[in-house]
């Protein structure tokens, strides 16, 4: 991970900022949430406030790929992810919704984190000049592209053109019931990136949210995306490099499974993809390692 993070003005508390409401963000959240509702990670924190931002309303249409059912019928589409999230959230986990689109920065609360999730080059300027660690999610059809504040500015700007809203999925693709997945895979990446971001500002430095690139259901990845030349580290970053087995070896055989080596070692592994040996480690260690 490049951005370099900072600890914001609540010490433990994070604001997490999700713009768009739809295909892509309500199913986002919908897993989120759940998962950070309980365990270690909320636990480590004073609270975690999630703002989703969207004026629309949800319609029967959105009900065939949306995660809404006919009773949402005419709500703020940001109010039904509300209600239907209550029981997971309280004191610590707050999902706050706002009924409005974003245009300018006044228009949202500053985040640590903003997903941008809507088809909207407004939303997605505001959000690339937050100065805000940020991910860029967008999909048609069965493929999806993410790309975050670590990839070359200039391609940010040229994927970013002025033009018309358009629904994740083809035209007519919803009255011929030719229903296609990619706004799944968005999401997915999405939660998982909101996670193990968060992870990481905590401390949990073996966390490593996931990386900028295109892929689709029927080719799988299709690229990974250009970095920016300058790369900050954050802070408390684990530098990659692989060491000899038996230097591995002899820390975990004295439990010293926190050592900077052991992270260094799994931090390499995970450079170079492999994922095999990680969790080959991960076995030994009795412990869950991220990747």
């Known amino acids: 991970m490049q951005e370099q993070y900072h600890a914001n003005d609540f010490g433990n508390d994070y604001e997490i900022t999700v713009i768009g409401a739809g295909g892509i963000g309500g199913h986002l959240l919908s897993v989120l949430v759940p998962a950070l509702h309980r365990g270690e990670l909320l636990e480590s924190t004073q609270q975690i406030t999630i703002r989703v931002y969207d004026s629309d309303r949800v319609s029967e249409e959105n009900l065939a790929h949306q995660r809404f059912d006919y009773d949402d019928v005419g709500m703020h589409k940001v109010t039904a992810i509300e209600r239907s999230l209550c029981q997971f959230t309280g004191d610590r986990l707050r999902l706050v919704a706002c009924p409005w689109d974003v245009r300018d920065a006044s228009d949202m609360t500053p985040a640590d984190l903003i997903v941008v999730a809507v088809d909207s080059a407004e939303a997605r300027r505001v959000t690339h000049f937050s100065g805000t660690t940020f991910l860029d999610l967008r999909c048609l059809g069965d493929g999806y592209i993410a790309f975050d504040s670590s990839v070359d500015p200039d391609f940010v700007d040229g994927m970013t053109p002025d033009q018309p809203a358009r629904s994740c999925q083809h035209e007519d693709a919803i009255s011929s019931g030719n229903i296609e997945f990619g706004f799944l895979l968005a999401a997915a990446h999405g939660a998982q990136w909101i996670l193990q971001s968060l992870r990481w500002m905590i401390g949990q430095t073996l966390a490593l949210p996931p990386y900028p690139q295109t892929a689709n259901i029927t080719f799988g990845t299709l690229s990974r995306l250009p970095e920016a030349e300058e790369k900050l580290e954050p802070q408390g970053c684990v530098k990659p490099e692989i060491h000899t ?19 260094e070692h799994i931090a390499g592994l995970a450079k170079n993809r492999r994922w095999q040996d990680i969790w080959k480690i991960g076995d030994r260690l009795l412990r869950e390692v991220s990747v």
């Not at 591995?248 to 992270?263: A, L, M, N, P, Q």
């Open 245 to 263: 087995s038996n230097l591995i070896d002899s820390y975990i055989d004295t439990g010293d499974y926190d050592s900077g080596v052991v992270r």
